[in-house]
């Protein structure tokens, strides 16, 4: 069977590697196995080109070796050029074949996943436009590679004319990498200083639905030092929101008082985390947030951001007596907080609940107001790093609620680590829940995953909250050459079973998954809210598992869109 090929396709391949386009081929069916959340378009994209990049390279150095150890071992193979032509074909068919179906199987267990974490996309359309894409991306850049071989190989010709051709070779790949490496870092330089930049502007910018609020329970208020506009979008967000006295009676019945919410930005204390944290002391001094029955020290996320659902739950919980103190800290959001900066968050949560727990333990031991923590996403980073372990929390704090933490939190991990055999990573078992129990959702807050009842819980409670689903919990570094504990276990309810670990792509899967991962209906991926209500009551030692459907739709029904 003699198949022909144009001049202009056959002078594109044979300057192409077979081994690296194959190996290519085998990285675009692993960059469409299942990941945690559904993809869009431009997911599928970016892991197509980026494992068949990755594909390419590791054929085209397979095949280099292979090469040379055969011609240093003498051994060559030679087919009759028919047969290698029918070899070629029915190689080539197989090919298409295995990729048309792990094309037809990806979109099936797309749209399983789309089913467990709610999410409604069309993925016969999102997944063909994001395959079709990411092959085009994958050809530009094979093309820019192959442009910075090309140079590479005159630049070693041309200094071949003076040095020897070893000394050639080297000076060329060091220029070359210079070259890239100056480009690639004066754009990224670039694109971080318009990103900060944009995030100034959005920072003086109000949020829709929000004003200075009146009550001098307020940061912001005109009672209150903190300058309203200095507060940035995200604390205006916080103090504008949330039930008042008022709002809290209509749902429980009971007399209450308007909560106190006390924060501190960035722009009213140039920039300084030391003198954002101290201001956040003098409102709670200026509120009189001592004398409230419980003082709830929340870490933000990135630009400032603190959960509605985690505040408010505490003060319907509360009666309105309790106050919340946070502050700002960046003013990105938090993936470009934590690369250009992983310690700041950490620094400063430290700082915030040093200076209030500082000032609480001035207080007449009798006369101290119930203390907790807590915070989500990098909130949760940043807030577990005020504890040097979990008995340090426990010695200076009463609860806890950590929603979404990543793994690469410190704490997290030295928890994760101690847990119980035959207890998951997606939900430990520490000490049988007497102190901390890790939760997918509020109903395990009694019973481990399994439905085994936990012993007594004491008056110390620590609660991790996490879904199976939440990419930005299992995103970590190591997912590029080590396959975690949570792939290797049975997998989450909302896990579609196909998952597993995949060397480079898991990284990248779970990297693109984290941008839409609040886009999961509640219950799933990183939407946490639906779960926090009894989750605040457990640490604040209260009957979880009474009805707060009242709460939640009071809630509900008020949380705008920060």
């Known amino acids: 069977m003699n198949i022909h090929k144009p001049e202009w396709l ?22 469409l196995a299942p990941s945690l959340i559904a993809r869009e378009w431009w997911m599928t994209m970016a892991n197509v080109a980026l494992c068949m990049s990755y594909g390419y390279l590791l054929g085209v150095i397979v095949e280099r070796v292979a090469l040379a150890a055969g011609r240093w071992a003498g051994f ?12 070629e074909f029915l190689w080539n068919l197989t090919l298409a074949i295995i990729t048309l179906v792990v094309v037809v199987q990806s979109v099936l267990q797309q749209q399983e996943t789309a089913r467990l974490v709610g999410m409604t996309l069309n993925i016969p359309v999102e997944s063909t436009i994001g395959t079709i894409a990411g092959v085009v991306l994958f050809v530009v850049l094979l093309g820019f590679g192959r442009l910075v071989a090309r140079l590479w190989g005159r630049l070693v010709k041309l200094g071949g004319r003076y040095i020897s051709p070893a000394s050639a070779a080297i000076v060329g790949t060091l220029l070359i990498t210079l070259v890239l490496a100056l480009s690639a870092g004066g754009a990224v330089s670039a694109g971080l200083q318009l990103v900060f930049r944009q995030a100034q502007i959005a920072n003086e910018e109000t949020l829709p639905g929000r004003s200075q609020p009146t009550e001098p329970e307020r940061s912001g208020s005109p009672d209150s030092p903190e300058h309203w506009s200095g507060l940035g979008a995200q ?18 019945g009971a007399p209450a008082k308007t909560p106190i919410r006390v924060y501190a930005g960035l722009v009213n204390h140039n920039d300084s985390l030391e003198e954002t944290a101290a201001a956040v002391v003098a409102e709670l001094y200026r509120t009189k947030a001592f004398d409230r029955a419980v003082l709830a020290v929340m870490t933000g996320a990135g630009k400032g951001w603190i959960q509605e659902w985690n505040v408010a739950s505490v003060e319907y919980l509360t009666n309105g007596d309790c106050a919340t103190a946070s502050m700002q800290y960046s003013y ?112 395990q807050l009694s019973h481990d995953i399994y439905g085994a009842p936990y012993d007594d819980w004491g008056s110390k409670r620590v609660i991790f909250v996490q879904h199976p689903s939440d990419p930005i919990v299992w995103w970590s570094w190591d997912l590029l050459w080590r396959e975690p504990d949570w792939l290797r276990e049975p997998l989450g309810s909302d896990v579609v079973p196909a998952m597993s670990w995949r060397s480079w792509a898991s990284f990248w899967q779970l990297a693109a998954d984290m941008a839409i991962a609040q886009n999961a209906a509640p219950g799933h991926g990183h939407t946490y809210h639906e779960d926090l209500v009894p989750v605040w009551a457990a640490a604040l030692g209260q009957d979880f598992t009474r ?8 809630i509900r029904a008020k949380n705008l869109p920060r």
């Open 547 to 554: 009805d707060f459907s009242a709460i939640e739709a009071a």
């Open 76 to 87: 060559r193979i030679t087919l009759r050029p028919g047969l290698a032509k029918r070899i």
């Open 332 to 443: 990105t959001l938090s993936p470009f907080t934590y690369v250009s900066d992983p310690e700041k968050p950490k620094e400063a949560g430290k700082l915030l609940f040093d200076k209030v727990y500082a000032e609480w333990l001035k207080l007449p031991v009798d006369q101290r107001p119930k203390l907790v923590v807590g915070g989500e996403s990098l909130g949760a980073y940043g807030g577990t790093a005020a504890f040097e372990s979990l008995e340090d929390m426990t010695s200076k704090v009463d609860g806890a609620v950590w929603v979404g933490t990543p793994s690469f939190t410190a704490l997290w991990q030295d928890l994760t680590a101690k847990r119980r055999t035959g207890s998951p990573e997606i939900a430990p078992v520490i000490d049988n829940g007497r102190v901390v129990r890790f939760v997918n959702d509020a109903s």
């Open 10 to 31: 056959e002078s594109v391949l044979e300057r192409l590697s077979p081994t690296g386009l194959t190996f290519s081929l085998w990285l675009l069916w692993v960059a």
């Open 235 to 252: 604390g205006q967000a916080v103090v504008s929101d949330g039930p008042r006295a008022a709002d809290i009676t209509a749902v429980t």
